[in-house]
């Protein structure tokens, strides 16, 4: 698990800063849903938050 402080996600229950984006049906929102790999926290973060912090917003890909 990275636990990076410069990373564009982390935890609020636990502090990881590795999670996986839930896939939604409108692509469209400023928000994503986001499960956290450590606990599996969900919790919706700015989608602007996590661009250029680990690649791009990919569903199938976790955030580094």
């Known amino acids: ?11 609020a229950k636990c502090g990881a800063t590795t999670a996986v984006i839930i896939p939604e049906s409108s692509a469209q929102e400023s928000d994503v849903t986001l499960k ?10 700015p989608r602007q938050q996590l661009e250029g912090a680990g690649g ?9």
């Open 36 to 45: 956290c790999l450590q606990c599996a926290h969900i919790q919706r973060v």
């Open 56 to 64: 791009p917003l990919d569903s199938t890909d976790p955030l580094d």
């Open 1 to 11: 698990m990275t636990m990076s402080p410069d990373a564009g996600y982390r935890c």
